[in-house]
């Protein structure tokens, strides 16, 4: 019966931590003072908080800089550098790095894919493929070729989908928490 009431507690505690920690997401999503690409940058960021990544990246060093890639050129770039310039993931100062080459996808932690490359996704996710680099894109047709987590809008809200095989493959770990938060994406009413 304790052990019963010890995991109930461990529940809700967990439950009040996802809660506090996306509810400025579901705020920005709800304003109308936020735009798309806002709330995405959020989301970014809170993902980190649900991801480990495996010993072997070196991610505890935070004489290193986490490395936020984005690949496609967009106004993203801008509000990304803005929004990580003060912040932290994993205890590490972010570098935002606009992505020129496939070469340096290998630099990466996270790789932001835009839609403007959906054209080159086979040649980018070759570079990520079993690595652990957290792979997301805004590109619902990016879900089937192996991106880990999709940003998606849908009747004015945004959510994500993980394709738990990608994960799997990087030798990324999520919380339980964020994949219970996923979402099935039907195309079809995008």
Same mark, same amino acid.
């Given at each position: =019966?304790?052990?019963?009431?010890?995991?109930? @507690? =461990? %529940?809700?505690?967990?439950?009040? /931590?996802?809660?506090?920690?996306? =509810?400025?997401?579901?705020?920005?999503? %709800?304003?109308?003072?936020?735009?798309?690409?806002?709330?995405?940058?959020?989301?970014?960021? @809170?993902?980190?908080?649900?991801?480990?990544?495996?010993?072997?990246?070196?991610?505890? #060093?935070?004489?290193?800089?986490? /490395?936020?890639?984005?690949? !496609?050129?967009?106004?993203?770039?801008?509000?990304?550098?803005?929004?990580?310039?003060?912040?932290?993931?994993? !205890?590490?100062? +972010?570098?935002?790095?606009? +992505?020129?080459?496939?070469?340096?996808?290998?630099?990466?932690?996270?790789?932001?894919?835009?839609?403007?490359?959906?054209?080159?996704?086979? %040649?980018?996710?070759?570079?990520?493929?079993? @690595?652990?680099?957290?792979?997301?894109? #805004?590109? +619902?047709?990016?879900?089937?070729? !192996? +991106? /880990?987590?999709?940003?998606?809008?849908?009747?004015?809200?945004?959510?994500? %989908?993980?394709?738990? #095989?990608?994960?799997?493959?990087?030798?990324?770990?999520?919380?339980?928490?964020?994949?219970?938060?996923? @979402?099935?994406?039907?195309?079809?009413?995008?």
């Amino acid at each position: =019966m304790r052990l019963l009431i010890t995991i109930k @507690k =461990m %529940q809700n505690h967990s439950l009040k /931590i996802l809660f506090f920690i996306l =509810m400025p997401i579901c705020a920005l999503a %709800q304003s109308k003072y936020f735009s798309e690409y806002e709330v995405k940058a959020a989301y970014l960021e @809170k993902f980190t908080h649900f991801i480990d990544w495996p010993a072997k990246v070196n991610i505890a #060093d935070t004489n290193k800089p986490f /490395i936020l890639g984005i690949i !496609g050129s967009n106004h993203f770039n801008a509000l990304l550098k803005d929004k990580f310039r003060t912040k932290k993931i994993e !205890g590490k100062k +972010v570098e935002i790095l606009e +992505v020129s080459t496939l070469e340096e996808i290998a630099l990466c932690n996270i790789l932001f894919i835009s839609k403007l490359e959906s054209t080159k996704i086979d %040649q980018i996710l070759s570079y990520t493929e079993n @690595k652990p680099i957290l792979t997301i894109s #805004d590109n +619902v047709e990016n879900s089937k070729n !192996g +991106v /880990i987590i999709i940003l998606f809008l849908k009747s004015s809200h945004i959510y994500f %989908q993980i394709n738990k #095989d990608a994960l799997q493959r990087s030798g990324l770990y999520a919380s339980t928490l964020l994949l219970n938060l996923s @979402k099935d994406i039907n195309i079809e009413e995008n």
